[in-house]
């Protein structure tokens, strides 16, 4: 099928033979594509959007437009991915828990974007952390500790780069299938055995809707299926920070003290998405089993040893694990303190974490310089009680100037009120696949 075929048929939405997606999909990655065929096959799909066997077409072209990684090692390759949020530093835990059990977990991962954080400028917070390697490299890295979070290289699903390019200039970012194809198309490359998708919802959430988190997340468990690999999501909550803080040395911090502690909402999550994973590609009987496996991964200490191995096998320090206080930078504090009295009811996610990227926590540009010391620590969670005076928050600032700034933002994002909030379930719901098909 012609190209200039496609499109129209695209554009109309007519029906479209699967394998002239999949085609476009991998050229993608190649100069056969002009920038405007590129542009208008982004925005046929914004308009009219993709059958489900269009969306696995397309994901497996993209996926096929460059490297795919195959493994030959002794238990199975998983991984997990989100939707993003604040304060969610998900993935630094449950990488190393999960390969604590038996798992081997390759994990190509992000920056930040927009007012979310990014797992690879937490992990630069520690000095001397790389996240560039080869793929000999990352091979040696995953075969040795069991898990390595790092960038994705050029070879890797390049039509995705490609398209993404174009996307963001064309206004066609915030479509269901095409951000289906760009994460999948990803994440399949990486030769996976199992995933999970943690979909967030919620105002510190990309996608803060429900409804729309939880159409995003059935076309992706659909999809990846679809495309061959056994996939669930789980719906959770990001109406507050996963962790007390945000900025990138100071969620490093608080995945050490989750490590040590074994406790809270982040582990929660943590625990949910790995026991979805581990059931579902039989590394455990039950779901029971798998839960306990992973808790007894913190409590013996075994997951804070693996983070420790993946941090020196990435060139951070060789102690980091059992001194981690003494290699972070993190910026002087102030303190937030409550205006008046009442509960806290309300937090504006997204305006907390454009607070930190306002502090120079993340990037207005791409070509921005991430300060990793600044950003807010000892968030009061919601549905607390607050005296007058009491403390909402520490921000972490490099001046007072920055900070009376911080301040205002920080306080404009906070809602008291006279009653209890209700909160939010942490776990929505889970979504779960109907089949599961294979493709090469």
């Known amino acids: 099928m012609l190209t200039r075929d496609l499109l129209l048929a695209l554009r109309e939405g007519w029906p479209v033979p699967p394998e002239a997606v999949q085609a476009f999909g991998a050229n993608l990655g190649a100069d056969e594509i002009s920038d405007a065929q590129a542009g208008a096959f982004a925005m046929a799909i914004c308009l009219q959007g993709l059958s489900e066997e269009g969306r696995v077409a397309l994901t497996l072209g993209m996926r096929d437009s460059g490297k795919v990684l195959n493994w030959d090692l002794t238990g199975k390759v998983i991984d997990k991915h989100s939707t993003g949020g604040v304060g969610d530093s998900v993935s630094l835990i449950l990488a190393p828990m999960l390969a604590a059990v038996g798992a081997y977990v390759p994990m190509i991962s992000g920056r930040g974007l927009g007012h979310t954080g990014g797992t690879l400028d937490k992990l630069e917070a520690i000095p001397g952390l790389k996240t560039q390697f080869s793929e000999a490299e990352f091979r040696a890295i995953v075969a040795k500790v069991g898990c390595a979070i790092v960038a994705p290289s050029p070879d890797i699903a390049p039509a995705d780069q490609r398209l993404y390019a174009v996307r963001d200039v064309t ?28 979909v967030k919802t919620g105002s510190g959430a990309v996608m803060s809707d429900l409804g729309q988190a939880r159409d995003l997340a059935q076309a992706l468990v659909a999809t990846a299926n679809g495309a061959g690999c056994p996939t669930s999501a789980v719906l959770t909550d990001m109406s507050q920070p996963l962790i007390p803080s945000i900025g990138n040395a100071l969620e490093i911090a608080d995945v050490m003290r989750a490590f040590e502690s074994g406790q809270g909402a982040m582990v929660e999550v943590a625990l949910e998405l790995g026991t979805q994973l581990l059931a579902q ?10 839960r306990d496996g992973l808790r007894a991964t913190l409590q013996d200490g075994s997951a804070k040893a693996r ?38 009811a309300e937090m504006d996610g997204a305006a907390l974490g454009q607070a930190v990227v306002a502090l120079g926590g993340g990037r207005q540009r791409e070509d921005d310089r991430i300060d990793h010391s600044v950003g807010l620590s000892d968030i009061a969670p919601l549905g607390t009680h607050l005296r007058k005076g009491a403390l909402i928050a520490r921000l972490h600032c490099r001046s007072s100037k920055q900070a009376e700034m911080a301040m205002r933002a920080v306080q404009g994002a906070v809602t008291l009120s006279a009653e209890p909030p209700v909160l939010p379930a942490l776990i929505i719901e889970r979504i779960t696949p109907t089949k599961v098909t294979k493709h090469g």
């Open 171 to 198: 206004g066609t970012v915030r479509s269901r299938d095409l951000i289906t194809a760009s994460i999948l198309a990803k994440k399949l490359a990486a030769g996976l055995e199992g995933l999970v998708l943690d």
């Open 281 to 290: 590609t039989q590394m455990f009987l039950t779901e029971t089993g798998a």
């Open 307 to 344: 983070f420790g191995a993946m941090v020196r096998a990435q060139g951070g320090p060789e102690n980091f694990a059992d001194r981690w206080q003494d290699y972070l930078e993190i910026a002087p504090a102030y303190e937030l303190r409550s205006p008046g009295t009442g509960y806290l």
